[in-house]
T-cell receptor
Framework: IAGITQAPTSQILAAGRRMTLRCTQDMRHNAMYWYRQDLGLGLRLIHYSNTAGTTGKGEVPDGYSVSRANTDDFPLTLASAVPSQTSVYFC???????????FGQGTRLTVV | GQNIDQPTEMTATEGAIVQINCTYQTSGFNGLFWYQQHAGEAPTFLSYNVLDGLEEKGRFSSFLSRSKGYSYLLLKELQMKDSASYLCAVKDSNYQLIWGAGTKLIIKP
């Protein structure tokens, strides 16, 4: 089934640890995005990639890094987790500027 | 700054009609999206407006007025499964999506 897959589904992480959230899509979409969603706030863009080999910073990039080595994969890394990074993380992809984004099922991350 | 405003929560009755409003102030406009998000799940696409007017898709319709920075999502013949959060998002001049905080819709029998 075509779509976008995130792993893990949930994770409890000790503060200071490094963590990579994985995201893979098989729709051959050029653009991919990482968002965090916190209660009472809208989805906030962390990083994005308009095409393989390029990445850009979103609204809340500090403490996060991404890479886009190929079209399908867009991992998000927390170099040294802090409790304020406790959130639900969504990966998304889209096929063009005026098309909808498709979302993965989310990763619920708790940093303690 | 960029801002998307929508009500935090609304309640409606099964079988009725509800209108969820969204106002926006963004740097540029390249389309407005509505998404549905059930609790604990990912957002899913509902509608897209780039020109003024009404777009109808089954029980759901979405309206846009660019001059007023305003949109609404209209849900007809409400069903219990429509209980969800409804997210309004605008693509700005850089084609980045700016999201509202979402409207939680509660459907009562």
């Amino acid at each position: 089934i075509a779509g976008i897959t995130q792993a893990p589904t949930s994770q409890i992480l000790a503060a200071g640890r490094r963590m990579t959230l994985r995201c893979t899509q098989d729709m051959r979409h050029n653009a991919m995005y990482w968002y965090r969603q916190d209660l009472g706030l809208g989805l906030r863009l962390i990083h994005y990639s308009n095409t393989a080999g390029t990445t850009g910073k979103g609204e809340v990039p500090d403490g996060y890094s991404v890479s886009r080595a190929n079209t399908d994969d867009f991992p998000l890394t927390l170099a040294s987790a802090v409790p304020s990074q406790t959130s639900v993380y969504f990966c998304a992809s889209s096929d063009g500027d005026n098309t909808e984004a498709f979302f993965g099922q989310g990763t619920r991350l708790t940093v303690v | 700054g960029q801002n998307i405003d929508q009500p935090t929560e609304m309640t409606a009755t099964e079988g009725a009609i509800v209108q969820i409003n969204c106002t926006y102030q963004t740097s540029g406009f390249n389309g407005l999206f509505w998404y549905q998000q059930h609790a604990g799940e990912a957002p899913t696409f509902l509608s897209y407006n780039v020109l003024d007017g009404l777009e109808e898709k089954g029980r759901f319709s979405s309206f846009l007025s660019r001059s007023k920075g305003y949109s609404y999502l209209l849900l007809k013949e409400l069903q219990m499964k429509d209980s969800a959060s409804y997210l309004c998002a605008v693509k700005d001049s850089n084609y980045q999506l700016i999201w509202g905080a979402g409207t939680k819709l509660i459907i009562k029998p």
